[in-house]
């Protein structure tokens, strides 16, 4: 993003809610206003996401399934290939006995990656799925 100077504005909010954020900014060590940037940012990413389809956008799947699931894998792989010109790379952890958890790194429209999304989530055995999204 090209900065072209600041703009200064005020926001009315409740004080506890303002307290809550300074708290958890100062943790993690950023400025008022850099934590209201980046929170701008991720809100307007999300809407583009939801909103407008055929925009390119960036991100990750990250999922958890149950590698016991007869046929899951296979069928994973099999979607995954399908959605080879949106899929970066793949990164597989086993966590335990049972679990995996499988990382996809996604570029191009967002219709598309919404789609994988849902397609790898619909598949039985997947228990958890989360799309983050950055839009370029």
């Known amino acids: 993003m090209k900065e072209q100077?600041?703009?200064?504005?005020?926001?009315?909010?409740?004080?506890?809610?303002?307290?809550?954020?300074?708290?958890?900014?100062?943790?993690i060590g950023y400025e008022r206003s850099k934590a209201i940037r980046l929170a701008m940012q991720n809100f307007l990413a999300e809407y583009r996401w939801t909103s407008e389809e055929e925009r390119a956008g960036v991100g990750a799947l990250v999922l958890i399934y149950d590698h016991e699931t007869r046929g899951l894998e296979e069928t994973l792989t099999a979607i995954q290939h399908e959605?080879?010109?949106?899929?970066?790379?793949?990164?597989?952890?086993?966590?335990?006995?049972?679990?995996?958890?499988?990382?996809?790194?996604?570029?191009?429209?967002?219709?598309?990656?919404?789609?994988?999304?849902?397609?790898?989530?619909?598949?039985?055995?997947?228990?958890?799925?989360?799309?983050?999204?950055?839009?370029?």
Not at 98 to 105: G, K, V
Request: glycine fraction near 6%.
């Open 83 to 136: 959605y080879r010109d949106v899929i970066g790379s793949t990164t597989h952890i086993h966590l335990d006995d049972q679990n995996c958890l499988e990382i996809l790194a996604v570029k191009g429209q967002v219709k598309t990656t919404r789609e994988l999304a849902q397609r790898l989530m619909g598949e039985r055995g997947v228990r958890q799925l989360k799309l983050a999204t950055l839009i370029l």
């Open 5 to 27: 100077g600041v703009r200064r504005f005020s926001v009315s909010i409740p004080p506890q809610l303002l307290e809550d954020f300074d708290s958890v900014i100062s943790k």
